[in-house]
C-alpha cells in the first residue's frame, strides 16, 4: 500500500517534517515520480529498525563503507597536506610565524639604525640630490630585509634529498 508523507506522519504518529528528516537520514526510501511514494509496510518495519536501534545505541545512519570511505578521505587530504609541505607550498604556521617575527625585528632595527648613520654621511652636505640618493640607497637596503623569502629558512630545515624522500616513502609503506 503505497502513503503520502501526510499518511505516513499519522500511522506512524510523527511530524511530517520528521518523516522529512528520517528520509534524508536514510531511514525512509520515496518513489521517484509518484505523490503517494511511500510503502507503507516497508516504512513501518523501517521504523521499528530505527527505533529498535536507536534505543540499544546502534547508529544507523553511517555504515561500515562509509566510515571506511570517510577514513579514506581524510588519509588522502593528510598525503596531500603531506605532499604540499616537501613542494615547499605549505608552511607551519608557528614556523611561518617565527620567521616573520625575525625579520620584522631585523627590518625594524635596520629603520632604527638609519638616522643616525646617515646623519654622519650627510653633515654639511647642501646638495639635495646627494641627500636623496643617500636615503634612498640606505632605504632600499633597509626594504631588501623584507624581500628575502627562503623556504627552508622558513621550516627551519635542509632541502631534503631526492633519497630521504625514497627512504620515507619504503618506512610509511
Do not use: W
Not at 571506511?68 to 598525503?79: D, F, G, L, P, R
Not at 638609519?114 to 646638495?127: K, N, W
Request: proline residues 2%.
Amino acid at each position: 500500500m503505497l502513503v503520502n508523507q501526510k499518511q505516513l506522519s499519522q500511522y506512524l504518529g510523527i511530524s511530517t517534517r520528521r518523516i522529512r528528516q528520517l528520509r534524508e537520514d536514510g531511514v525512509f526510501k520515496k518513489r521517484d515520480g509518484t505523490a503517494a511514494g511511500y510503502s507503507l509496510e516497508e516504512c513501518i518495519q523501517e521504523y521499528i529498525e530505527y527505533k529498535v536501534n536507536a534505543e540499544t545505541g546502534r547508529r544507523t545512519s553511517i555504515s561500515k563503507e562509509e566510515v571506511q570511505a570517510e577514513h579514506e578521505e581524510v588519509k588522502k587530504q593528510i598525503s596531500v597536506l603531506k605532499l604540499r609541505k616537501l613542494r615547499r607550498e605549505l608552511h607551519e604556521a608557528s614556523n611561518v610565524e617565527y620567521f616573520l617575527t625575525d625579520m620584522l625585528v631585523r627590518f625594524r632595527k635596520h629603520l632604527m639604525a638609519i638616522p643616525p648613520r646617515l646623519a654622519m654621511q650627510v653633515a654639511g652636505e647642501e646638495d639635495i640630490g646627494v641627500l636623496t640618493e643617500t636615503i634612498r640607497k640606505e632605504m632600499y637596503k633597509a626594504l631588501e630585509e623584507l624581500s628575502d623569502y627562503d623556504p627552508d629558512e622558513i621550516d627551519g630545515e635542509e632541502p631534503e634529498m631526492e633519497e630521504d624522500l625514497e627512504e620515507e616513502e619504503e618506512d610509511d609503506e
